[in-house]
């Protein structure tokens, strides 16, 4: 075989080298042929790997380098021709395919390169993931701790439970070795150490609030980290040679505090704060996390919030016991008030019945003497005697009547009345007098007012009689005029009472009455001072007038239970004065029923004088009493029979007996349980005798529980000749008669 000279060797062989050369390319050979292998076996298990192509390729440049290696093997010896060109031929494969896969890596390795800043991106979106769980369940846990602590504050309302409570939260929660409250003191120049968790420091100690450290944790909302060393840190001794822990502070707003004024708190006009201070434990590699710094945080908004709910609850608390107390003191006024009132009305009642008694008496006496023969000098006293008497019993019914308008008790009764006969009737009782003082007494009727009206008449002519009687009183020359028609709505306002707001309606109209007097008149600073009770201007007084006050002062009450409005007008001394009333009256129905009231006051005018051999029942235990009431009916032809006791009674009482007149307030005797048993002992009505209760009692309860036992009629005294004639007449014709009271 001929030698091959492809390749000249430029230096001798060295054995020992070739023989290395030859190992390291069979290794190579072995290296290069296995990576094919196991790219194979990952393109084949990896399905999601997008350039297997590439890997096919990158495996053939490899398989190819092995299998130039492995062709070298022959080359380190003399070799054939064939040799050559099997090395020369897989040289030039290994050439293409390495050429080729340099090209494509050229577009690859971008494409890799960007999914390897995707895996970057993806990885840092993870770690910063992880960072936000990481904070996440921090604030789970911070919120966790703050929701216990929130519960556990305003478990109560108490101040002094909140802070107290707070600091021992805070201090199990955070595991502190020291918390502090100082709370500014009432100038609000220093702050107190008011509360701490270990109470190693005696409580009271203060400090000055305008420290660098207090001012400059003032002016944040943060919780800030302090010196150890500073005024408000230093809770406790530190002994040997510990190391402080770290200090944080943080204010806790007082809110609104100058509103609520809490007893030992300042009065502050502006916002201020408390300081709470959170030491850790010393000797300690621990510090303040800002999960830590966040939870202390919101736990000093939260004091701000139940402290102020807890002022607030305060002041509830002290202006409900206050509101208590005045509620007890109001309370007792008004039992005091009641007590007195009741003692008041006991009072009068008593007293009512005791002074009509006898003036019962003096009445009935005095009007069975007038009726006799006397001498002119007699007849002028009897007369004085009498209108005393009137006068001292219009005094009694002005003073009862004053105290059922004080207490409410009195009330209008309201009934259908001939208005113009009112009129007519204080004209023609007022005039008698007025001839007597040379006064000239005139009445105008409008046309327009009506004839029947609703109301109170009795009140009504009480008011107009008040007026026109004290015209005729305070003048001693010259003319009276009264004057009645329906109000306009022009003339219904008066600017001197702005409380008075009359309702014009179709139901009901404003009778406007005036009565105008050429008196001495009045002075115009003086004129509010009449409608006060028992009281007298100075012209009034100084004319011996005899007047009690009380007159105006119940004309007033009665015109404002009408719905009305009174007042007096006079230019001065000297020139005469007008009053003025206007009350509210209903429309009367157009009906017959309507006009029988006033039938019975025409019949009334023909009384019978006398009523011979009536048999009468009198029943009083005032022997006084009993004999006057007596010497009426006996004056009258009335056959009397007089008792003074329940069983007396029922043992004389018989069908002969056309009337009783009975006292129904007696001391021990039942007067209505009478009335009851005369019921039951007379079934028949015609076989029973007229039950007439006579009293001295005015109030409505008499009245009201007299009908109710079916007593036919009820008479106040005192009574005189003309009033017990007029109530037989009216007995006898109608049996029933119940006095207006």
Same mark, same amino acid.
């Given at each position: 075989?001929?030698?091959?000279?492809?390749?000249?060797?430029?230096?001798?062989?060295?054995?020992?080298?070739?023989?290395?050369?030859?190992?390291?390319?069979?290794?190579?050979?072995?290296?290069?042929?296995?990576?094919?292998?196991?790219?194979?076996?990952?393109?084949?298990?990896?399905?999601?790997?997008?350039?297997?192509?590439? +890997?096919?390729?990158?495996?053939?440049?490899?398989?190819?380098?092995?299998?130039?290696?492995?062709?070298?093997?022959? #080359?380190?010896?003399?070799?054939?021709?064939?040799?050559?060109?099997?090395?020369?031929?897989?040289?030039?494969?290994?050439?293409?395919?390495?050429?080729? #896969?340099?090209?494509?890596?050229? &577009?690859?390795?971008?494409?890799?390169?960007?999914?390897?800043?995707?895996?970057?991106?993806?990885?840092?979106?993870?770690?910063?993931?992880?960072?936000?769980?990481?904070?996440?369940?921090?604030?789970?846990? $911070?919120?966790?701790?703050?929701?216990?602590?929130?519960?556990?504050?305003?478990?109560?309302?108490?101040?002094?439970?909140?802070?107290?409570?707070?600091?021992?939260?805070?201090?199990?929660?955070?595991?502190?070795?020291?918390?502090?409250?100082?709370?500014?003191?009432?100038?609000?120049?220093?702050?107190?150490?008011?509360? $701490?968790?270990?109470?190693?420091?005696?409580?009271?100690?203060?400090?000055?609030?305008? +420290?660098?450290?207090?001012?400059?944790?003032?002016?944040?909302?943060?919780?800030?980290?302090?010196?150890?060393?500073?005024?408000?840190?230093?809770?406790?001794?530190?002994?040997?040679?510990?190391?402080?822990?770290?200090?944080?502070?943080?204010?806790?707003?007082?809110?609104?505090?100058?509103?609520?004024?809490?007893?030992?708190?300042?009065?502050?006009?502006?916002?201020?704060?408390?300081?709470?201070? +959170?030491?850790?434990?010393?000797?300690?590699?621990?510090?303040? &996390?800002?999960?830590?710094?966040?939870?202390?945080?919101? !736990?000093?908004?939260?004091?701000? %919030?139940?402290?102020? &709910?807890?002022?607030? +609850?305060?002041?509830?608390?002290?202006?409900?016991?206050?509101?208590?107390?005045?509620?007890?003191?109001?309370?007792?006024?008004?039992?005091? =008030?009641?007590?007195?009132?009741?003692?008041?009305?006991?009072?009068?009642?008593?007293?009512?019945?005791? /002074?009509?008694?006898?003036?019962?008496?003096?009445?009935?006496?005095?009007?069975?003497?007038?009726?006799?023969?006397?001498?002119?000098?007699?007849?002028?006293?009897?007369?004085?005697?009498?209108?005393?008497?009137?006068?001292?019993?219009?005094?009694?019914?002005?003073?009862?009547?004053?105290?059922?308008?004080?207490?409410?008790?009195?009330?209008?009764?309201?009934?259908?009345?001939?208005?113009?006969?009112?009129?007519?009737?204080?004209?023609?009782?007022?005039?008698?007098?007025?001839?007597?003082?040379?006064?000239?007494?005139?009445?105008?009727?409008?046309?327009?007012?009506?004839?029947?009206?609703?109301?109170?008449?009795?009140?009504?002519?009480?008011?107009?009689?008040? !007026?026109?009687?004290?015209?005729?009183?305070?003048?001693?020359?010259?003319?009276?005029?009264?004057?009645?028609?329906?109000?306009?709505?022009?003339?219904?306002?008066?600017?001197?009472?702005?409380?008075?707001?009359?309702?014009?309606?179709?139901?009901?109209?404003?009778?406007?009455?005036?009565?105008?007097?050429?008196?001495?008149?009045?002075?115009?600073?003086?004129?509010?001072?009449?409608?006060?009770?028992?009281?007298?201007?100075?012209?009034?007084? #100084?004319?011996?007038?005899?007047?009690?006050?009380?007159?105006?002062?119940?004309?007033?009450?009665?015109?404002?239970?009408?719905?009305?409005?009174?007042?007096?007008?006079?230019?001065?001394?000297?020139?005469?004065?007008?009053?003025?009333?206007?009350?509210?009256?209903?429309?009367?129905?157009?009906?017959?029923?309507?006009?029988?009231?006033?039938?019975?006051?025409?019949?009334?005018?023909?009384?019978?004088?006398?009523?011979?051999?009536?048999? %009468?029942?009198?029943?009083?235990?005032?022997?006084?009493?009993?004999?006057?009431?007596?010497?009426?009916?006996?004056?009258?032809?009335?056959?009397? $029979?007089?008792?003074?006791?329940?069983?007396?009674?029922?043992?004389?009482?018989?069908?002969?007996?056309?009337?009783?007149?009975?006292? %129904?307030?007696?001391?021990?005797?039942?007067?209505?349980?009478?009335?009851?048993?005369?019921?039951?002992?007379?079934?028949?009505?015609?076989?029973?005798?007229?039950?007439?209760?006579?009293?001295?009692?005015?109030?409505?309860?008499?009245?009201?529980?007299?009908?109710?036992?079916?007593?036919?009629? %009820?008479?106040?005294?005192?009574?005189?000749?003309?009033?017990?004639?007029?109530?037989?007449?009216?007995?006898?014709?109608?049996?029933?008669?119940?006095? =207006? /009271?």
């Amino acid at each position: 075989m001929e030698a091959c000279n492809c390749i000249e060797p430029q230096w001798p062989a060295d054995e020992l080298l070739m023989k290395y050369q030859y190992i390291s390319d069979f290794f190579i050979a072995l290296a290069y042929f296995s990576i094919p292998l196991e790219l194979i076996y990952f393109v084949k298990k990896s399905a999601v790997f997008p350039y297997r192509w590439v +890997l096919v390729q990158f495996g053939a440049f490899i398989v190819l380098c092995g299998a130039t290696h492995l062709i070298n093997l022959w #080359t380190f010896s003399m070799h054939s021709r064939t040799v050559a060109i099997v090395m020369t031929t897989a040289k030039v494969l290994t050439a293409v395919v390495s050429c080729a #896969t340099a090209l494509m890596l050229v &577009h690859i390795i971008p494409d890799l390169l960007s999914v390897k800043t995707r895996e970057l991106f993806l990885k840092n979106k993870a770690a910063e993931l992880d960072r936000e769980m990481g904070l996440i369940r921090t604030q789970e846990e $911070t919120g966790r701790h703050v929701r216990m602590l929130t519960h556990e504050i305003r478990s109560t309302l108490d101040r002094h439970t909140i802070l107290k409570t707070t600091l021992v939260e805070l201090g199990r929660t955070l595991a502190l070795e020291e918390c502090a409250l100082w709370m500014p003191t009432r100038t609000g120049l220093e702050l107190q150490l008011s509360y $701490t968790l270990r109470q190693q420091n005696p409580v009271g100690y203060t400090v000055p609030i305008h +420290l660098p450290v207090i001012n400059q944790v003032f002016s944040s909302n943060r919780a800030l980290k302090i010196s150890p060393n500073s005024p408000v840190a230093r809770m406790r001794p530190l002994a040997g040679k510990h190391m402080p822990g770290e200090v944080v502070a943080v204010r806790v707003p007082l809110l609104h505090l100058s509103n609520f004024q809490i007893n030992d708190w300042p009065e502050l006009s502006t916002k201020r704060y408390a300081l709470m201070v +959170l030491m850790l434990p010393s000797d300690s590699a621990r510090q303040w &996390h800002v999960h830590e710094l966040e939870l202390v945080e919101v !736990v000093a908004d939260q004091v701000a %919030v139940a402290l102020s &709910h807890a002022a607030i +609850l305060e002041e509830s608390m002290r202006a409900r016991d206050l509101l208590m107390e005045q509620n007890i003191a109001l309370d007792l006024a008004r039992r005091e =008030a009641e007590t007195a009132i009741r003692a008041r009305n006991d009072f009068l009642a008593v007293m009512n019945h005791e /002074m009509r008694t006898p003036m019962h008496a003096i009445i009935a006496l005095s009007s069975l003497l007038q009726e006799t023969e006397l001498t002119p000098e007699q007849r002028l006293m009897v007369e004085t005697i009498l209108k005393s008497s009137h006068l001292l019993a219009t005094l009694i019914n002005d003073v009862l009547d004053l105290s059922r308008l004080e207490d409410g008790s009195l009330q209008l009764e309201i009934a259908t009345f001939n208005l113009h006969s009112v009129f007519r009737e204080v004209h023609n009782l007022i005039k008698p007098v007025a001839s007597v003082k040379k006064l000239s007494v005139s009445l105008n009727l409008a046309a327009d007012l009506p004839v029947q009206a609703v109301g109170d008449e009795k009140r009504l002519m009480q008011i107009v009689l008040n !007026v026109v009687g004290n015209a005729v009183k305070f003048s001693k020359e010259g003319s009276i005029s009264i004057t009645a028609f329906v109000a306009k709505s022009e003339s219904l306002r008066d600017f001197r009472a702005p409380e008075f707001f009359p309702v014009q309606s179709d139901n009901h109209f404003y009778l406007r009455v005036q009565v105008k007097d050429s008196g001495s008149g009045i002075n115009p600073q003086d004129i509010p001072k009449l409608f006060t009770k028992f009281a007298q201007t100075q012209s009034l007084a #100084t004319r011996n007038s005899g007047g009690s006050g009380l007159g105006l002062a119940i004309c007033k009450r009665f015109v404002n239970l009408m719905e009305g409005h009174i007042w007096i007008e006079s230019e001065g001394p000297g020139k005469g004065c007008t009053a003025i009333f206007i009350v509210k009256l209903g429309f009367a129905e157009r009906s017959n029923e309507s006009k029988l009231p006033f039938v019975t006051k025409v019949q009334a005018n023909h009384v019978q004088t006398n009523f011979p051999g009536l048999k %009468v029942l009198v029943m009083d235990d005032n022997g006084v009493s009993r004999s006057v009431t007596k010497g009426l009916l006996g004056h009258l032809g009335c056959d009397v $029979t007089t008792v003074s006791s329940i069983d007396e009674f029922l043992h004389v009482i018989s069908q002969e007996h056309k009337v009783v007149f009975m006292d %129904v307030c007696m001391p021990g005797i039942d007067g209505y349980e009478l009335a009851v048993r005369i019921h039951e002992k007379f079934t028949k009505r015609h076989e029973r005798p007229v039950l007439v209760a006579l009293t001295g009692n005015i109030d409505k309860m008499t009245k009201e529980n007299c009908m109710r036992v079916g007593m036919d009629g %009820v008479i106040l005294k005192p009574v005189s000749v003309d009033k017990m004639r007029s109530v037989l007449s009216e007995l006898l014709e109608h049996r029933v008669l119940f006095e =207006a /009271m």
